[in-house]
T-cell receptor, first 115, second 117 residues
Framework: AQKITQTQPGMFVQEKEAVTLDCTYDTSDQSYGLFWYKQPSSGEMIFLIYQGSYDEQNATEGRYSLNFQKARKSANLVISASQLGDSAMYFCAMRADNYGQNFVFGPGTRLSVLP | DTGVSQDPRHKITKRGQNVTFRCDPI?????LYWYRQTLGQGPEFLTYFQNEAQLEKSRLLSDRFSAERPKGSFSTLEIQRTEQGDSAMYLC???????????????FGPGTRLTVL
């Protein structure tokens, strides 16, 4: 079975500061992908960043970077220079290389950026 | 707009009624997924299609739920005899299956919020 754990129900960060959102995962598959999505209050899920299990370098995408520690099974999202528009729910998700290929999502972290 | 669209955006119904939602994926995407998201939780997988074939169904998809993608383009999700526990956001996503899994980013629609009274 696959599982995603996000232990921070809510996080606060000051505008322009960096913040790390935690994600740990559990899978027995060797090949898998890790995704982060942002869900603003409007409800749509916005793809942020992807990390493959065989990728040797941490993924980066603009102000987003993924701190991937495979041995610890963690894939933390780092947002640099936080902006007020970053206030949203953030979901970590995993897809493993198995039949079905559906995503398993974590419970999410609500990030609030303070002015 | 060439993103994933869902209709309706909101649906209020009485317990016991049937409801049907529609999802139009990104046109060239061959995979289509349905998820359910309850308040304060992450999305939970319901089912997915590759083209017109329904390849997997979650145990969450009781026999009151049925999904179709008849021509491999749009999809419908029907809930029969709705119950209050069906109240949730129903999200549709699509992806283009290419290259080596597991990378196939899913693009999500805005969701249909169902309220069962």
């Amino acid at each position: 079975a696959q599982k995603i754990t996000q232990t921070q129900p809510g996080m606060f960060v000051q505008e322009k500061e960096a913040v790390t959102l935690d994600c740990t995962y559990d899978t027995s598959d060797q090949s898998y992908g890790l995704f982060w999505y942002k869900q603003p209050s409007s409800g749509e899920m916005i793809f942020l960043i992807y990390q493959g299990s065989y990728d040797e370098q941490n993924a980066t995408e603009g102000r987003y970077s993924l701190n991937f520690q495979k041995a610890r099974k963690s894939a933390n999202l780092v947002i640099s220079a936080s902006q007020l528009g970053d206030s949203a729910m953030y979901f970590c998700a995993m897809r493993a290389d198995n039949y079905g290929q559906n995503f398993v999502f974590g419970p999410g972290t609500r990030l609030s950026v303070l002015p | 707009d060439t993103g994933v669209s869902q209709d309706p955006r909101h649906k209020i119904t009485k317990r016991g009624q049937n409801v049907t939602f529609r999802c139009d994926p990104i046109s060239e995407h061959n995979r289509l997924y349905w998820y359910r998201q309850t308040l304060g939780q992450g999305p939970e997988f319901l089912t997915y299609f590759q083209n017109e074939a329904q390849l997997e169904k979650s145990r969450l998809l009781s026999d009151r739920f049925s999904a179709e993608r008849p021509k491999g383009s749009f999809s419908t999700l029907e809930i029969q005899r709705t119950e209050q526990g069906d109240s949730a956001m129903y999200l549709c996503a699509s992806s283009l299956n290419y290259g080596s899994p597991p990378y196939n980013e899913q693009f999500f629609g805005p969701g249909t919020r169902l309220t069962v009274l």
